[in-house]
């Protein structure tokens, strides 16, 4: 992993009525292992979740010092420890016109590679347990909490400063405090520039289309590959770029569905970032009552399953092994 800075700040404010207590760092720390176990983690969450929204800085916001900020840094006019630490005292100014508890340590590092400089922000929060000491003795312990990372951002700074895109940040937030959400967002000054469902939506709808022109046994495959690829690359943290998509989809022809999504795309596009969930209920369809719960791919409709919409029923033609074996358990006894 390519870091080149990476530092922590510690903020607490326990109750509301009170000023937060900040704890700054004044070096970066070392990128040992136990540092880059951490922050991969923690890219590991940010990358998997489905709450990511996309977007730029917020054109509105005319009192954002972020933007101004960055410039400085990138220009290298601000060493990263300074910016950092402007940043923290920013979010705590904010923080103190709210009635909000917040606890935990705000995280910033940066990294580069052969595409980009990236600037990453989040808030990590730590949790009680309990651990057996080298004394066989049981004793409470405090750890960082990977599975509730509470706030993450990321900015691809090389994409903003030579404005190469409006979708140069990416933000993920937990359910939770409202007001906390709200100042999330206005600390860094986001604003959405992409809605990932209506985009997948009318992916998927292109590629109904695409698959209407193939043979019955070829459309169903090619579903398939379409979201496992999407899916995949929405694992990785990455767009789906329609040249490559359409490279993996046909190598006799690897510009036909790329041509095909342009053709029909009102506002041709280059790539696709993925709704997860949007992409699975197209292969499988799923319900559940409280007496019962269904779920199957959709490649079986038609053939394994059945539906006769004038009666609302589905009719089943190749029942499970496992429950067809408790079927017929239940009627011999």
């Not at 770029?241 to 490279?247: A, I, N």
Request: aromatic residues 10%; negative net charge; proline residues 4%.
């Amino acid at each position: 992993m390519p870091v080149s800075d990476f530092i922590a700040h510690q903020i607490d404010r326990a109750t509301p009525d009170q000023s937060a207590t900040v704890h700054y760092r004044d070096d970066s720390i070392a990128l040992d292992d136990h540092a880059s176990q951490l922050l991969n983690e923690i890219k590991q969450a940010f990358s998997t979740k489905t709450s990511k929204r996309y977007g730029q800085f917020n054109p509105d916001l005319g009192e954002n010092p972020v933007p101004a900020w960055l410039r400085d840094f990138l220009k290298q006019q601000m060493p990263f420890s300074t910016l950092s630490k402007k940043l923290t005292e920013h979010f705590v100014v904010l923080l103190e016109q709210m009635e909000a508890t917040f606890q935990g340590h705000l995280l910033f590092w940066q990294e580069n590679n052969a595409d980009a400089e990236w600037l990453y922000v989040a808030h990590l929060q730590h949790q009680t347990g309990l651990v057996i000491n080298s004394h066989l003795e049981i004793s409470e312990t405090v750890y960082a909490d990977l599975s509730h990372i509470g706030f993450c951002a990321r900015v691809n700074l090389t994409h903003w400063a030579d404005n190469l895109s409006e979708k140069f940040l990416t933000i993920s937030k937990n359910r939770g405090n409202r007001e906390l959400l709200d100042l999330f967002n206005q600390w860094i000054g986001f604003a959405d520039t992409v809605n990932v469902t209506a985009d997948t939506n009318e992916f998927l709808n292109i590629v109904e289309a695409y698959a209407e022109n193939l043979p019955q046994a070829e459309s169903k495959e090619y579903r398939e590959k379409v979201v496992d690829y999407c899916i995949e690359q929405d694992k990785q943290g990455e767009p789906v770029v329609y040249k490559e998509l359409s490279c993996y989809l046909d190598d006799a022809e690897p510009e036909r569905f790329e041509r095909f999504v342009q053709e029909q795309q009102e506002q041709p596009r280059e790539d696709l970032i993925p709704d997860k969930n949007r992409l699975r209920k197209y292969v499988r369809f799923s319900g559940r009552s409280k007496e019962m719960s269904l779920q199957f791919a959709a490649s079986l409709l038609g053939e394994e399953v059945e539906f006769d919409a004038a009666n609302e029923r589905l009719v089943i033609n190749k029942i499970p092994k496992s429950l067809l074996g408790q079927l017929k358990k239940h009627r011999q006894g």
